[in-house]
């Protein structure tokens, strides 16, 4: 049974990553590269560490690198998380009517709170982010509110060896005009290796205010705690 659950899982990596290469070869569809990690210092504190490489196709052509840690605080037990942060980003943004790009650096400092909830198999997280961003002589404020839904298909929760359905939606406000940043709209696949490993492959389609991207999106999320609660 576990060798017949390992080849459905490489069927369906294969698959995705036929599909991933061949459409960003052909459309305007770009690749993200994700990874998350939310180590428990203790049962209160924990370490939020991600590292994000965006591409303008599968692989390749850097769009920009995304590098965010921080530290939370659990108001109630292993929820209802407070957490201040630090990003730094790195954007290659093609130039008008050119080949060549131009390299923007941002420092970003952020807040964030994080609650979650379940209703039978459907998992819940409501997460609230301000960011404050410094770009070269710009200083900006932007709000961020995203709801997702995990929803494990073949367990009646997320544990070893499930398969789950996963979705959010991201809104993203300026404090100055234009209010509207930009929208994100995700649903993926996913899998839990244990209890402290999962992936997921899945598709983002992005609407900012005069334009779209579609991306494909691969990510791995780690919670291997400090201690051994």
Same mark, same amino acid.
């Given at each position: 049974?576990?060798?017949?659950?390992?080849?459905?899982?490489?069927?369906?990596?294969?698959?995705?990553?036929?599909?991933?290469?061949?459409?960003?070869?052909?459309?305007?569809?770009?690749?993200?590269?994700?990874?998350?990690?939310?180590?428990?210092?203790?049962?209160?504190?924990?370490? %939020?560490?991600?590292?994000?490489?965006?591409?303008?196709?599968?692989v390749?052509?850097?769009?920009?690198?995304?590098?965010?840690?921080?530290?939370?605080?659990?108001?109630?037990?292993?929820?209802?998380?407070?957490?201040?942060?630090?990003?730094?980003?790195?954007?290659?943004?093609?130039?008008?009517?050119?080949?060549?790009?131009?390299?923007v650096?941002? %420092?970003?400092?952020?807040?964030?709170f994080?609650?979650?909830?379940? =209703?039978?198999?459907?998992?819940?997280?409501?997460?609230?982010?301000?960011?404050?961003? =410094?770009?070269?002589?710009?200083?900006?404020?932007?709000?961020?509110?995203?709801?997702?839904?995990?929803?494990?298909?073949?367990?009646?929760?997320?544990?070893?060896?499930?398969?789950?359905?996963?979705?959010?939606?991201?809104?993203?406000?300026?404090?100055?005009?234009?209010?509207?940043?930009?929208?994100?709209? @995700?649903?993926?696949?996913?899998?839990?290796?244990?209890?402290?490993?999962?992936?997921?492959?899945?598709?983002?389609?992005?609407?900012?205010?005069?334009?779209?991207?579609?991306?494909?999106?691969?990510?791995? @999320?780690?919670?291997?705690?400090?201690?051994?609660?």
């Amino acid at each position: 049974m576990k060798f017949l659950t390992i080849k459905y899982i490489l069927f369906i990596v294969t698959i995705f990553l036929s599909l991933n290469f061949t459409y960003a070869q052909k459309t305007d569809t770009g690749n993200w590269w994700m990874y998350f990690g939310n180590q428990a210092i203790n049962e209160k504190w924990n370490w %939020h560490n991600e590292v994000q490489y965006r591409n303008y196709d599968f692989v390749g052509d850097l769009q920009q690198l995304l590098l965010r840690t921080g530290i939370g605080y659990n108001l109630t037990e292993n929820n209802n998380n407070v957490l201040l942060g630090y990003a730094y980003i790195t954007s290659k943004n093609y130039l008008p009517t050119s080949d060549k790009k131009a390299t923007v650096n941002e %420092h970003r400092i952020f807040q964030q709170f994080i609650t979650k909830q379940n =209703f039978g198999r459907t998992f819940i997280q409501h997460r609230f982010r301000v960011e404050e961003r =410094f770009i070269k002589d710009d200083f900006q404020v932007r709000f961020r509110y995203l709801l997702g839904l995990n929803i494990p298909l073949n367990k009646s929760k997320m544990e070893k060896n499930a398969f789950y359905f996963s979705t959010y939606n991201e809104i993203f406000i300026n404090g100055d005009s234009p209010t509207f940043d930009r929208d994100r709209l @995700y649903v993926a696949l996913g899998y839990v290796i244990n209890k402290n490993f999962r992936v997921e492959a899945g598709f983002m389609r992005q609407i900012q205010e005069h334009t779209g991207r579609n991306q494909f999106q691969i990510g791995i @999320y780690n919670t291997i705690p400090f201690n051994n609660q």
